[in-house]
């Protein structure tokens, strides 16, 4: 289920020859070896003060049809409009979709994003998770020459040595749902150090399902990847266990000539960490929330990983994402409406985003996080602005919506403005890496830094976007 990302210099068998070194020092921990990959992390400078301390970016793959949802087009023709009819907001002459009563109330709170667009290509996150805005060969598969996403530049700034890593992605890796890879989320160029930590699932469809033949809400739990120990493991034995791996690195240096295997040691000690660390078993576990706060996010798949990413910035993650994925084995198309758009939103996915959504801000605001926790809301791309034969929408890249809330945002903005019929940018157009270098900016992290590649080549991390300023405190 994990992916071994850096040198194409492959053994016999496939695997670098560090990679294989790396896998069979971690399998003596009683781990597996996406744990360790996805704790690497390398101090690096480039943090300057900012309002938000973490981020949760809740990720809506498929291409939600966002002008049924924040930009509405009540004046359109029927087969643009849509079925949907707008109510008020805290914010005057603002309006949003009627199946998002809950968010409603929270728009004082919320900055939306009208005009956003690539030109891409369609299903692909790249853009939206690096700012890196050109077509791929594929978008099927992920390669470590593509730039990293934010997630993995802020697990490169990580600084001391505490269990969690700073970059955490739920519930799966981008694309298992559908036996698949899809580019974004990774550490690319800057190695596997930086890959993020993921978690694993079990998704089930909740029974019965809305509407016969219609697609059910998504069951399931993120939890750790080999994070617990094997049967008969004590902790002195795990100790053990860590000093013989240490003794075997010593020879494998002296061996080979190497100056030192640092990278392969951290990756060693934080995978100790982690398999050892109380904090990080808490994290993940809900059941020590109260049923009254599981409740009111939901008990679904997208609620649950909700509120072990507030619980996870809560415990010092920095940047926890959340992927309203697809399941196949669920009968589930996510966000991606080309038919039957308007029964799957109402019935399904809008009262379910609608009650994760402002639960989160309603948590986080109770307790005093709201103001340094950015909430980011986005999908890879939006839907055509014409109803389909089959009351569906389908790809589009040429304007949609997303929306910040928190962390430094100005509440009750907005942001640029798409034309009559939610089809092109009709003032202010926002790239993807407008958003990303929105994101960093708020984060206290510059927007230019330089990150290089494999060959040393620099590259701003935002990709030359430039943050959305008239949308910050």
């Given at each position: 289920m994990w992916n071994v990302l850096g040198s194409h210099q492959h053994t016999p068998n496939g695997w670098t020859r560090r990679q294989a070194l790396q896998a069979g020092a971690l399998s003596a921990l009683g781990?597996?070896?996406?744990?360790?990959?996805?704790?690497?992390?390398?101090?690096?400078?480039?943090?300057?003060?900012?309002?938000?301390?973490?981020?949760?970016?809740?990720?809506?793959?498929?291409?939600a049809a966002t002008q049924d949802m924040v930009d509405l087009k009540l004046t359109a023709p029927a087969e643009i409009r849509g079925e949907f009819g707008p109510i008020r907001t805290t914010v005057p002459g603002t309006f949003v979709c009627e199946h998002l009563p809950k968010m409603s109330r929270w728009m004082h709170k919320v900055a939306?994003?009208?005009?956003?667009?690539?030109?891409?290509?369609?299903?692909?996150?790249?853009?939206?998770?690096?700012?890196?805005?050109?077509?791929?060969?594929?978008?099927?598969?992920?390669?470590?020459?593509?730039?990293?996403?934010?997630?993995?530049?802020?697990?490169?700034?990580?600084?001391?040595?505490?269990?969690?890593?700073?970059?955490?992605?739920?519930?799966?890796?981008?694309?298992?749902?559908?036996?698949?890879?899809?580019?974004?989320?990774?550490?690319?160029?800057?190695?596997?150090?930086?890959?993020?930590?993921?978690?694993?699932?079990?998704?089930?469809?909740?029974?019965?399902?809305?509407?016969?033949?219609?697609?059910?809400?998504?069951?399931?739990t993120p939890y750790l990847p080999s994070s617990t120990l094997e049967a008969g493991l004590t902790l002195d034995r795990l100790d053990r266990r860590q000093s013989l791996v240490q003794q075997v690195d010593q020879q494998l240096r002296r061996a080979e000539g190497q100056v030192s295997l640092d990278n392969h040691d951290r990756v060693q000690q934080r995978a100790y960490r982690l398999l050892t660390s109380a904090d990080a078993r808490s994290a993940f576990d809900l059941d020590r929330e109260d049923a009254r706060t599981r409740d009111r996010y939901g008990r679904s798949l997208f609620g649950n990983c909700t509120l072990t990413a507030r619980r996870l910035v809560q415990s010092g993650v920095r940047f926890v994402n959340v992927t309203w994925d697809l399941f196949l084995n669920c009968n589930y198309d996510s966000w991606d409406t080309h038919t039957r758009n308007f029964p799957i939103l109402k019935d399904t996915n809008l009262p379910e985003f609608d009650q994760t959504y402002s639960a989160l801000l309603e948590d986080l605001e109770a307790r005093g996080m709201l103001d340094e926790t950015l909430v980011v809301v986005m999908s890879e791309m939006g839907r055509t602005p014409t109803i389909n034969r089959n009351g569906g929408r389908d790809h589009w890249t040429h304007c949609y919506s997303m929306w910040f809330a928190g962390g430094g945002i100005r509440g009750g903005s907005i942001y640029g403005a798409s034309d009559s019929q939610a089809a092109y940018v009709r003032e202010l157009p926002a790239s993807p890496a407008d958003v990303c270098a929105t994101i960093y900016e708020l984060l206290g992290i510059d927007p230019d830094m330089p990150v290089h590649d494999r060959g040393n080549r620099p590259y701003p991390a935002a990709q030359g976007g430039h943050a959305l300023r008239s949308i910050m405190l």
């Open positions: 781990g597996g070896l996406g744990l360790s990959q996805a704790l690497q992390a390398e101090e690096t400078p480039g943090r300057r003060p900012g309002r938000a301390k973490n981020v949760i970016l809740l990720y809506l793959l498929g291409g939306v994003v009208r005009s956003l667009n690539h030109q891409a290509g369609c299903h692909n996150p790249l853009p939206s998770y690096s700012g890196y805005d050109k077509p791929l060969l594929d978008i099927v598969s992920t390669r470590d020459s593509y730039p990293p996403s934010m997630g993995s530049v802020v697990e490169s700034l990580r600084q001391g040595q505490r269990d969690l890593p700073d970059y955490v992605y739920m519930p799966c890796y981008l694309g298992w749902g559908q036996s698949i890879r899809r580019p974004g989320p990774y550490s690319g160029f800057l190695g596997s150090r930086c890959e993020p930590l993921y978690t694993e699932c079990k998704p089930t469809p909740a029974t019965p399902a809305p509407r016969a033949g219609y697609p059910a809400k998504v069951l399931g």
